[in-house]
């Protein structure tokens, strides 16, 4: 499939849609996160678990990844009340020139980098715990925000929040989708309770229902994600909601 993604960023197959991200009344945005579609010539709509693993796989995420970042950031351009949220795969991290490529990224496209925040995976922290650190302590330097998305689901070391430079923690949906159990609803709290104390915010995904949407907010998580708020929409969709009057104030 190497092949095959290379060509489609060349003819355009690839493109990003933005889910937004909502304070916790549910009335405004604050962010929205970039996701990549891929509508492919030959195999028609290919799902992001399939072609993004596939890429990793192939050697072409930085490819990939590089078309995400960079039009995510154009595309803010236009959206000055928000952040835009972009998740960054484990490979990239470990790239020697990741870093000064999302700092060329935003003086490109004169983004303050305060609007852009990253999402890293528990996983791309394991597999190498030095050169993370080095490279997320780099773009937090800039002014990037971090991000650890999906908490909860891989080692969730506590070591994370304590050495790595992060802002904000993302609730998995599983969680979330669960938020009735008891099971589910302490681990929520627990996440919230140590991510406060910390000083981070924290996003919960998946929020589908007004009943999920009351809970979180009493826990006090900041921001929530899902298909209660908005479906993943083009660019211009996200502009139209701005006209109307979803905003959250300027960034940056």
Known sequence: MRGEILDGLERGEFHILYQ????????????????????????????????????????VIKELGAFVLRQACQDAVGWPQLVVSVNVSGLQ???????????????????PAARLELEIVESAL????????????????????IALDDFGTGYSSLTYLRKFPLDKLKIDRSFVQEADKVTSASII?????IARAL???????????????????????????GYLFSKPVPALSISQMLAAGQTERRVG
């Open 20 to 59: 937004p991200q909502m304070t916790a009344d549910g009335a405004r945005m604050a962010a929205v996160e970039a996701l990549v579609r891929w509508n492919s010539r030959t195999r028609g709509m290919v799902g992001p678990s399939d072609f993004i693993a596939r890429a990793e796989k192939d050697g």
């Open 93 to 111: 991290i470990q790239e020697p020139d990741f870093a000064p490529f999302v700092e060329q990224a935003l003086q490109d496209f004169r983004l």
């Open 126 to 145: 394991v597999e190498n715990f030095d050169l993370a650190e080095e490279v997320l302590t780099r773009l937090r330097r800039l002014g990037v925000k």
């Open 189 to 193: 709290q627990g996440v919230v309770a």
């Open 199 to 225: 000083g981070l915010k924290i996003t919960a995904e998946g929020v589908e229902t007004e009943a999920q949407r009351t809970f979180l907010r009493v826990c006090g998580c900041h921001y929530l994600q």
